[in-house]
């Protein structure tokens, strides 16, 4: 059960890290090339990455913390 969960923890963090590289590579080439489309996808993908690797975060501390 515990490496279940610590693989999932780990491909949560990949994707993550993934959808923000992409999102900055994707952002780099939609600035270069004036496209307000390609941009947008890219700034899109970079806050799925930030919002994925914050809900982690959230996800492993205890709540009573505060």
């Known amino acids: 059960m515990a490496s279940y969960v610590g693989k999932s923890l780990l491909v949560k963090k990949s994707a993550a890290v993934l959808l923000l590289l992409i999102g900055i590579v994707l952002i780099v ?33 205890p709540s009573n913390q505060l």
């Open 29 to 61: 080439i939609g600035q270069h090339e004036n496209s307000w489309l390609v941009a947008s996808l890219g700034a899109l993908s970079l806050l799925g990455g930030v919002f994925l690797l914050v809900l982690k975060i959230v996800a492993r501390n």
